[in-house]
C-alpha cells in the first residue's frame, strides 16, 4: 500500500522510514480513521474511513487545505510546530469526540516534515472511565465559564431576551442572526430604550467571538476630554499624575472580542478620526506612548441619532460612516409594535417578580398601557412595570383600577376611553368598587413625584429641539453630559 511518507526516507531524526513502514500500515488499518499533513499544517493524505468520519463527500477535495479549515479542533499545526507527539488526546469534531494520537515525521536532515494522526476510537464505549471524567470536567468548565461571563466582560443577553413577535421585531432577529455569522461592522440604530445593548451582547454570543470579551463603551456618558484615553489607553507616565502601569483603553480590553460603541452619534469629530484610522489600521496607538498595538476586535456601533442627516451637516464624517455602517439594523420604537407590549409585559413581570409571588397583567391593562406613546420604550415599560409592582404591593393581578392608583396620569392619558374588560371588573371589584377612587386632575401629588415630573419634561423638550443630540440636550439644560446622561438613564416613567 502507499503511504503518505513516501518521499521521506533515511536516517533522520524521529520516526525513520523503516519504522513508518512497518508501523503504518498496522495504525492505518486498526485505527478509525488516519490524516497526513505536511510542514504548514497542509492535509496531503486521508484515509477514506477518516473521511467518511468527519463526513466528508469529497476526500480529495481536501488535500492541500490548511487541516485547521477542515477540522477545526485538530492540534496537528501543534505537532508540525513543537515536533513532539501528542500520544493521546480528545479531540471534539462536531458532537463527536474522537481519541486521537498525532506523531511528527522528519526528513533526512532531521528537519520536520509534517505529521500524522490517527484515530484510535471514534466509539467512546471501551473508554467510559475516563469518558465520564472528562465530561464531568467539560461540564464543570463550561459552567464556570458561564458563570465568569455574569461578572466578567462577556454578555448577559442572548438573542432570546429579544422581546417580541411583530414582523419588524422577527426581521431585526434576522438580520442578527446574519450578522452574527460574519465579521462585519453593524450597525444599531434605534431610539433610547428600544434594546440596542441587548441586540449588541446577543449577536456577539451568537458569533465566533463568543469565547473572547464583550466591552461596552458608551460615548455621551464620558466627559469629551477623557474619551481618547477611554478608547486607546494610556502609555505608563504619559502625562503629570498618570499612572506608573500602562492604562488598557477599550479597544486592548476587547482584544479576541467585541467592542460596543453605544451613543456613536456623540462621537467629537477629533476622535472619529481616531477611530477610523484604528479600524482601518487595525492598530492603535496609546495615549503618550509611540508603540503601535495591533487590534483584533469586531466593532458593533448604536446610535439613537440620525446619523444620515449628521453626514449631510457634517458633525458626522461620511468615511466612517460607511466603515460602521456595514450592516445596519433598524429597531423599532415600542409604539410602532404595540402587539408587543403583552408579551413583553408578560417578560418584564417575570423577570420583576422574580423571588415574589407572580404578578399576572389582564388584557384590558394592556391594553391601556398600549395606548401611551413610550418614549422611553421598553426602560420606560419595564420602569412603569416595576413602580407598579412596588406600589402596589406585589398585586397579584394588575389590572386597569390598580394602574390608575399607582402611576402617574402621564402613562395613562386616555385611561376614561378605555372600557374595562369583564376581567377586570372583576379584579376591581374588591379593590374599588367604584371608578370614583381613582385619580383625578388636582390631587396634590408627593414633591419629589411633581419635581421628576418636570425634570423629565425638561430633558425630554431639550432632545427634541436638539434633534436627540444629547450633548447640545445637555448644555441647553445647563448640566453636564455625564450628569444628563446619567438622568436620562434613571427617568423612571418619564412623566
Ligand atoms: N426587545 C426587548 N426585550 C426585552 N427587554 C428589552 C427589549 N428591549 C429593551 N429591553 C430592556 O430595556 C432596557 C433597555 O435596553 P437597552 O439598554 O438595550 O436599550 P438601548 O437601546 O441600548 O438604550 P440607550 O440608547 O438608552 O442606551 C433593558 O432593561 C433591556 O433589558
Known sequence: MTTPFESHSGPGRGLTRELIEIVFPMFEQASAGAIAV?????????????????????????????????????????????????????????????????????????????????????????????????????????????????????????????????????????????????????????????????????????????????????????????????????????????????????????????????????????????????LQEREIEPLGSNQIIPIDV??????????????????????????????????????????????????????ICSGHERTEITDAAVKLLSQHSWPGNVRELRNVLERAFTMSEGAEVLDIATLHRVLPEAVLPIAQGVEPQRADVEHLLPVSPSNDTLPTQGVVRPLAEVLAQAEAEAIRAALAQCQNNRSQAARLLGISRSVFYDKLARLTCLS
Not at 431585526?172 to 441587548?198: D, M, N, S
Not at 460607511?322 to 408578560?346: F, K, M, S, W
Open 38 to 278: 505536511d510542514k504548514d499544517s497542509r492535509i496531503t493524505w486521508i484515509n477514506s474511513r477518516y473521511a467518511k468520519l468527519l463526513g466528508l463527500t469529497d476526500t480529495h477535495g481536501v488535500i492541500g487545505r490548511p487541516v485547521l479549515s477542515v477540522i477545526p479542533h485538530s492540534r496537528m499545526p501543534e505537532v508540525v510546530d513543537s515536533g513532539r507527539p501528542l500520544l493521546l488526546d480528545i479531540m471534539e469534531y462536531h458532537s463527536q469526540q474522537l481519541v486521537v494520537t498525532r506523531l511528527p515525521f522528519f526528513n533526512d536532515e532531521g528537519q520536520i516534515s509534517g505529521a500524522v494522526a490517527f484515530v484510535l476510537f471514534d466509539d467512546l464505549q471501551p473508554l467510559t472511565p475516563l469518558v465520564s471524567k472528562y465530561r464531568s470536567l467539560h461540564k464543570d468548565l463550561l459552567a464556570a465559564k458561564r458563570a465568569l461571563a455574569k461578572t466578567g466582560r462577556s454578555t448577559r443577553y442572548q438573542l432570546g431576551d429579544f422581546i417580541g413577535a411583530s414582523p419588524s421585531v422577527l426581521e431585526v432577529k434576522r438580520r442578527t442572526r446574519l450578522a452574527a455569522g460574519r465579521e462585519i461592522p453593524v450597525l444599531l440604530l434605534g431610539e433610547t430604550g428600544t434594546g440596542k445593548e441587548v441586540l449588541a451582547q446577543s449577536l456577539h454570543a451568537l458569533s465566533a467571538r463568543m469565547e473572547g470579551p464583550f466591552v461596552g463603551v458608551n460615548v455621551a456618558a464620558i466627559p469629551e476630554n477623557l474619551l481618547e484615553a477611554e478608547f486607546f489607553g494610556v502609555a505608563p507616565g504619559a502625562f503629570t499624575g498618570a499612572d506608573k502601569r500602562m492604562r488598557e483603553g477599550k479597544f486592548q480590553r476587547a482584544q479576541g472580542g467585541t467592542l460596543f460603541l453605544d451613543e456613536v452619534g456623540d462621537m467629537p469629530l477629533g476622535l472619529q478620526a481616531k477611530l477610523l484610522r484604528a
Open 298 to 351: 469586531r466593532v458593533i456601533a448604536a446610535t439613537s441619532r440620525d446619523l444620515t442627516a449628521m453626514v449631510a451637516d457634517g458633525s458626522f464624517r461620511s468615511d466612517l460612516y460607511y466603515r460602521l455602517n456595514v450592516l445596519e439594523i433598524q429597531i423599532p420604537p415600542l409604539r410602532e409594535r404595540p402587539a408587543d407590549i403583552g408579551i413583553l409585559c408578560e417578560f418584564l413581570l417575570e423577570d
